[in-house]
């Protein structure tokens, strides 16, 4: 159906130019307006789609005239344009919410604090495996938007962040996901757990009996949520620490997937990425592997060759038999306390950025056991400075990835490891994590 509304996209990065492309083919007046300046990629694409935009600022005229408009997740509520145009009663939604509108496709959401990037990764690459006709988006690579746009998807695999679920209305995915909560982007959430939990748990809102929701049936919080609430899709728990009478739990060292009467077995040993938040990451993937009918065969052997994503504990380079790991996508504590804990050498880590509401204490007791020397690399270090001062010997400022990664080469001798986990934000030095592990990757193969 087309349509002659008025749509307004804020923000010109991924997900603002790929809404504004799949606008314009569904015959929408498009204006999109950045606050900042727009990268030369995006706006090229904008000039050859013969799209109108700005950049430095936003004229509201424009933008409160719109029918509906659509926000990029870096844009909180408490924005003033937001704020106004919500007061005037103009909906305002996510890409993921105004791109599902427009595909078919068989939709698996994913979300949780950490694991995320990992879980849809894998599930992508399992499906991609059996010749399924499916793509990866959301908070990962192409824009849902452009790909729903330009391409005819038979599933899409989505990386969901809570803020891009903070702008759904109908959006249902058929086979939804949690891996986990720890709290993260508190600094978006008025500093309350209780409403980053919210939030996540909107990726479940509209589902009905006929969709499914995995989760991990050993985190607290996630079990207290459910608890609570009236859920109406189908539940598929997966546990490391109990046996299931339907889901995926572990029994004699092997993963066990039992959804029907044809159960799943795989032997822990064999998957490509070892350690128990794998173990779980690989358990919710072929949950959803099996439930899209993948042969057992295949999904055996996508987790056998999985070999995990860029930025998550990658290992770049070992010099002088010291080994340099980028976990640049540890941005909050939960999943630098993951990185931390799978280190079997004495480490020096680089820690820091913005800050977004972290309690660094779970920490203390694994960077008592670890770590040998802090490297902090940030705008503002206090918090960290305060947090470790105390907990280890050395602990040195830096504000350049280069500095860090020399400070880290002094600092560290034969058979140690160096390893960039920030439990933080990007945005103070870097424009994103993938950025800031690219430069950490450049510096150290510049050693």
């Known amino acids: 159906m087309k349509h002659k509304q008025k749509i307004a996209i804020l923000g010109a990065g991924e997900s603002g130019v790929g809404t504004a492309i799949l606008a314009k083919k569904e015959g929408f007046e498009v204006f999109v307006s950045d606050f900042g300046k727009i990268k030369e990629k995006y706006k090229q694409v904008l000039l050859h789609h013969e799209i109108n935009w700005e950049e430095e600022g936003h004229t509201e005229t424009k933008i409160l005239s719109a029918t509906i408009v659509m926000k990029s997740p870096g844009i909180p509520d408490s924005a003033p344009i937001i704020i106004k145009l919500k007061e005037k009663g103009v909906k305002v939604v996510s890409e993921i919410e105004f791109a599902s509108n427009y595909t078919n496709a068989t939709i698996i959401g994913i979300t949780g604090s950490n694991g995320k990037t990992t879980v849809a990764t894998m599930t992508h690459q399992i499906l991609k495996d059996a010749d399924k006709n499916v793509s990866l988006a959301g908070n990962i690579g192409k824009s849902f938007a452009e790909q729903v746009a330009s391409e005819n998807f038979d599933e899409f695999v989505l990386e969901l962040s809570s803020f891009q679920l903070d702008g759904i209305e109908k959006f249902v995915p058929h086979i939804a996901i949690l891996t986990n909560l720890s709290p993260d982007h508190l600094d978006r959430y008025d500093f309350k757990y209780e409403n980053y939990i919210e939030s996540k748990f909107r990726i479940i809102m509209n589902q009905t009996k006929d969709n499914f929701f995995i989760y991990d049936a050993d985190d607290a ?83 056998e060759s999985f070999q995990g994503v860029e930025h998550r504990l990658e290992s770049v380079l070992k010099i002088n038999n010291v080994r340099y790991i980028n976990d640049s996508k540890g941005t909050n504590v939960n999943a630098t306390y993951y990185a931390l804990d799978s280190m079997e050498a004495p480490t020096v880590w680089i820690v820091g950025g913005v800050d977004k509401g972290n309690d660094y204490s779970e920490l203390f007791s694994l960077v008592n056991e670890k770590v040998k020397a802090i490297i902090c690399l940030g705008v503002d270090n206090d918090k960290i400075v305060k947090a470790f001062g105390n907990v280890v010997d050395i602990l040195v400022e830096t504000h350049s990835m280069e500095d860090a990664v020399q400070v880290a080469y002094r600092l560290s001798k034969k058979g140690d490891n160096v390893l960039l986990s920030p439990a933080c934000a990007s945005f103070d030095l870097f424009e994103n994590y993938e950025d800031r592990g690219r430069q950490f990757k450049n510096a150290v193969r510049h050693l």
């Open 221 to 303: 919080m996630i079990l207290k949520w459910i608890s609570e609430h009236q859920i109406k899709s189908q539940l598929l728990p997966f546990s490391v620490t109990k046996i299931l009478e339907k889901g995926a739990y572990i029994k004699n060292n092997e993963i066990v997937i039992n959804i029907d009467n044809n159960p799943f077995t795989m032997p822990i040993t064999e998957l490509g990425l070892q350690g128990q938040h794998n173990v779980k990451n690989a358990m919710a993937a072929s949950t959803a592997s099996k439930l899209l009918s993948i042969r057992k065969e295949t999904i055996r052997q996508s987790l």
